[in-house]
């Protein structure tokens, strides 16, 4: 029996060949021919997002966030497209959102802290930094963030503390000497 393969089939199979621009077409037929089905939506996200349309992806995502408002996946794709397009004020907004819905994602509360960083709100992201390493505190990653923000307020003792903190995780780390 031969039949026709769904667009979601298809988007499949598409991106296993590596057609990200083809499996999008496909999903943009399921996207239409389902329009209140959150998948579909989300899955065009992605694969906007694995072709580097984040522009696009940022969008689906939105679009996605919508139709499931308790989901957290899909204000973590739109986080990282935003991040992406160094959209920092949308970011540091849906980050926000993340942290509401999440309080306890990793992802979502280090994107947040990045963010705040990059829109030199160093008080803010010394604070994310200290939510996230409040449950990773072996992050190295997360301590230099936070040292980095310390500097940004002027709380230079503070952050040499935190550096040298690094420094006894991973001797010789050169952003932090």
């Known amino acids: 029996e031969d ?7 298809e988007s499949y199979r598409l991106q296993a060949e ?3 621009v083809g499996a999008q077409a496909a999903m943009r037929e399921a996207v239409e021919s389902t329009s209140r089905s959150y998948f579909p939506r989300l899955r ?26 308790n989901a957290v996946e899909p204000l973590l794709g ?10 920092w004020e949308q970011a540091e907004a849906v980050g926000k959102d993340l942290w ?12 947040l802290a990045w963010t705040q960083r990059c829109r030199r709100d160093f008080k803010s ?10 449950l990773y505190p072996g ?25 040298r903190e690094v420094l006894a995780m991973v001797p010789g780390h050169k952003d932090a000497e």
């Not at 039949?3 to 089939?9: A, D, G, K």
């Not at 739109?78 to 959209?87: D, M, S, T």
């Open 139 to 163: 992050d190295v990653d997360m301590r230099l963030g936070l040292g980095f923000s310390l500097m940004g307020t002027g709380k230079k003792s503070e952050a040499a503390t935190t550096f």
């Open 78 to 87: 739109q986080q990282q497209c935003l991040v992406a397009l160094e959209r």
């Open 44 to 69: 065009l996200a992605y694969l906007q997002l694995l072709s580097a349309d984040y522009a696009a992806a940022a969008e689906s995502y939105r679009l996605a966030a919508l139709m499931e408002p």
């Open 100 to 111: 509401a819905k999440d309080p306890r994602n990793y992802l979502g509360m280090s994107r």
């Open 18 to 20: 590596g057609d990200y």
């Open 125 to 134: 992201a010394a604070e994310s930094y200290r939510r996230v390493l409040a």
């Open 3 to 9: 039949r026709r393969s769904t667009p979601l089939e």
